[in-house]
């Protein structure tokens, strides 16, 4: 089975507590996509100077937060790690020229186990998970996006997590509408993505409208592109979600076949 390569907007931790629009779509997700056998992932919330692999056999669930509801500090995910996965990325990642290390020690931050514990909350499938550079462009993410695209042929899911608008300092009350420069920014983003306009993606920061103002920092934009160069070249992507919370987080989420 060849799965497309996902980007998902994760949001606040506690989204995994609260029904909200992005909450049944990751809840629905899982059952939607089939079951692979195995799970890369990219969050926003790992962030090394070169690509970082996980190869932890029990990757442990980390709580990478504060001043949140108590439960979310209890929950676990149990999944599996993938060594030899891991490894194999990591070949993988140092025959494009770029230098990879792996890590046995890591476990998985929120930006991986909350999405997952709602797409697959059995845990049961194994997980890895590779860093971003923040310093690194969004042509070196799409690179390795790339060089992870044939692993989607062997029923491989290719998760990318961050969030399609992430200016922090902006936040609203939960159900605010959202502001126009947050609007214009995703709906540019929409455009491109369903247009196959992998240029002007690449070229973000000068051609969106608000980039620097939806994007103060990059970290939570740059897994987007991981999973833009794991889709086929040629296919547009697909939009497979859409909302906002805290008036300022678009919540976006795209398929890349």
């Known amino acids: 089975m060849t799965l497309p390569a996902l980007f998902v907007s994760h949001g606040a931790p506690n989204v995994i507590l609260h029904d909200s629009p992005t909450r049944r779509f990751l809840a629905g997700l899982g059952a939607q996509l089939g079951r692979p056998r195995a ?55 140092e025959g494009a020229g770029l230098r990879a290390v792996v890590d046995d020690a890591r476990g998985l931050d ?23 550079q923040p310093h690194e462009s969004t042509r070196h993410h799409f690179l390795i996006g790339q060089n992870l695209r044939e692993l989607r042929q062997d029923n491989v899911l290719v998760l990318a997590s961050g969030n399609a608008t992430h200016n922090l300092r902006e936040m609203m009350p939960g159900e605010s509408e959202p502001p126009a420069w947050v609007t214009a920014f995703a709906g540019w983003l929409r455009t491109a993505v369903t ?12 051609r969106a409208p608000y ?3 939806n994007h103060p920092s990059e970290e939570h934009f740059l897994p ?3 999973a833009l160069g794991a889709g086929t070249p040629g296919n547009s992507g697909r939009i497979i979600h859409s909302s906002t919370s805290y008036g300022v987080l678009a919540m976006d989420a795209f398929a890349f076949d």
């Open 39 to 93: 799970i890369v992932a990219i969050s926003a919330h790992w962030e090394a100077r070169v690509p970082t692999v996980n190869a932890s056999a029990q990757p442990t669930t980390i709580h990478d937060f504060f001043g949140f509801e108590p439960p979310l500090y209890e929950m676990q995910y149990a999944a599996s790690g993938a060594p030899e996965l891991a490894r194999e990325v990591a070949r993988r990642l």
């Open 195 to 206: 247009a196959g306009d992998v240029g002007a993606l690449l070229e973000y920061r000068d």
């Open 224 to 226: 987007l592109f991981v």
């Open 211 to 213: 980039a620097a103002k």
């Open 110 to 132: 929120h930006g991986v186990w909350v999405p997952l514990k709602l797409m697959y909350p059995q845990a049961d499938i194994p997980v890895t998970q590779i860093s971003v």
